[in-house]
């Protein structure tokens, strides 16, 4: 593989959900992105936003009245046409370790954290022996800071920090080349969201076997963003609205889109200022610019639909527009 292509490179992602009635909902519009190797791209947005479908699309974990367009390639693959004896044997855990939302549900209930590490470590790697898988269980704790005295506890024993700590050390258990982390910090306190995303930025800039790797987090905190992204994605009614260089984006111009700036302003160390209205329903989405009936820059050029490229607005700001 080209060191410097894209790790991940989704075109056109889509996913409609159909309900009785023939009812569709379109729950991810359009999406493009690149996530290089070496980098932390940011998916960030309200929830309901379709930032978690996105990600069981690219796992091939969405439900059985689901329909996909688009690709998504990691490397050659494309994870969308990929059956599912290729996604559960070659992609998840091998080429995709998954850091999944509320990771206490996602760990074994009756076993403790060093059998599962053990058993993921037996499965996706070449290790065998009783002290050799010992020995790797423990160097995945340590990586993921997971405390060595904690191996031998089962999940009901564990915080919310420390059943965190142990579903990232199942996740970076097979080298995968993308990480994707799926609110990684939801319900942690500020100082265990730091060392989390610090834990995941190490995963990035750590090169291991000469290869580099890529991370895509979706998350709705935005300091957990500010603190690890290079670049940010925001998403809006299904749709990725503006994509964005981190330090632009959370520095003094700022983001482009109307709804990104929003999202800033609405942080208590920001304005504090609340985005007014609510979002559409992804089931009746309007023909033109979804966030229009919330936005104080809004035309009548809003009711078509927007254009394609980085900043998906009508009238996006631009650098002028900041006053100091």
């Known amino acids: 593989m080209d060191p410097m292509a894209p790790v991940l490179s989704v075109r056109g992602l889509s996913v409609r959900f159909l309900l009785p009635g023939g009812r569709r909902v379109a729950a991810v519009s359009d999406a493009r992105f690149d996530v290089a190797p070496g980098e932390c791209l940011a998916l960030i947005g309200e929830s309901g936003c379709g930032k978690s479908v996105l990600a069981s699309a690219l796992l091939g974990l969405l439900p059985g009245n689901a329909q ?30 998954l850091v999944p939302q509320s990771p206490a549900a996602h760990l074994t209930p009756v076993r403790t954290v060093r059998s599962q590490l053990e058993e993921t470590v037996a499965a996706l790697t ?24 904690h191996l031998d506890r089962h999940p009901h024993q564990l915080s919310g920090g420390l059943a965190q700590r142990a579903a990232t ?40 076997d000469g290869r580099r790797r890529a991370l895509l987090m979706i998350t709705h905190d935005l300091a957990a963003a ?26 003094p111009a700022g983001p482009r889109h109307p709804y990104s700036r929003g999202l800033l302003q609405a942080l208590p160390d920001r304005a504090f200022t609340a985005i007014p209205g609510m979002p559409p329903e992804l089931g009746d989405l309007p023909a033109g610019c979804a966030f229009a009936a919330r936005c104080d820059r809004a ?3 809003c009711a078509g639909p927007p254009p394609t490229g980085t900043v998906a607005c009508h009238h996006p700001h631009v650098p002028e527009d900041v006053r100091a």
């Open 226 to 251: 500010e603190r690890i992204a290079d670049r940010v994605a925001v998403m809006y009614a299904g749709r990725i609205v503006e994509l964005a260089d981190a330090t632009a984006f959370f520095g």
């Open 299 to 301: 035309t009548d050029t």
């Open 68 to 97: 996909t367009a688009g690709s998504a390639l990691l490397g050659d693959l494309d994870l969308l046409t990929a059956g599912e004896r290729t996604l559960a044997r070659t992609v998840r855990g091998r080429l995709i370790g």
């Open 126 to 149: 070449a290790t065998r022996g009783r002290a050799a898988l010992r020995a790797a269980a423990e160097a995945a704790a340590e990586r993921a800071a997971f405390p060595a005295d």
């Open 169 to 208: 050390a199942l996740a970076l258990v097979g080298d995968a080349p993308l990480l994707l982390a799926d609110e990684p910090t939801t319900g942690l306190d500020r100082d265990l969201v730091d060392r989390t995303v610090d834990e995941l930025r190490r995963h990035v800039d750590d090169p291991r």
